[in-house]
C-alpha cells in the first residue's frame, strides 16, 4: 500500500484521481499570462435559462446572505431563523437594513 504524503506529487493522483498536474492541463497550455480566462468560455445559451421566478421573500433572504457575506460577517446556521423573520419584513426595510450594513464595512 503506498502512503499520502503531500511531498510527493504523485500520491495525489492516489487521493484524487481528478488531480491533473498544471503542465498537463489543456487549459494552462491556452491561456497564457494576461489573457483573459472569461474568453475561453462559450457565451450562455438563452434559450437553456431556467425559467421561474424567486417568491420577493426568498430574494430578499439571498441579498441579506449575500449583503452579510460581503461585509465580512458570514451567517452561521444558527441564523436561519433570524434571517427568515427579517426577510418577512417589507422590502423597503430589508433594502436600509442592507444600506446600513455596506456603510459599516
Known amino acids: ?7 510527493n506529487p504523485s500520491s495525489r493522483a492516489f ?3 481528478y ?21 475561453l468560455l462559450p457565451p450562455p445559451d438563452p434559450a437553456r435559462r431556467l425559467s421561474f ?12 446572505h449575500a449583503t452579510l457575506t460581503a461585509v465580512g ?3 452561521m446556521p444558527e441564523d436561519r431563523a433570524a434571517i427568515d423573520q427579517i426577510s ?4 423597503d426595510v430589508n ?7 455596506h456603510h459599516t464595512a
Request: negative net charge; glycine residues 2%.
Open 1 to 7: 500500500m503506498t502512503s499520502w504524503s503531500s511531498e
Open 15 to 17: 487521493v484524487d484521481p
Open 19 to 39: 488531480a491533473v498536474h498544471p503542465r498537463d492541463s489543456a487549459w494552462t497550455a491556452a491561456a497564457q499570462p494576461g489573457d483573459d480566462i472569461d474568453a
Open 53 to 64: 421566478t424567486l417568491d420577493p421573500r426568498d430574494q430578499r433572504r439571498l441579498a441579506l
Open 73 to 75: 460577517v458570514p451567517p
Open 88 to 91: 418577512a419584513l417589507p422590502a
Open 95 to 101: 433594502e436600509v437594513l442592507q444600506r446600513w450594513l
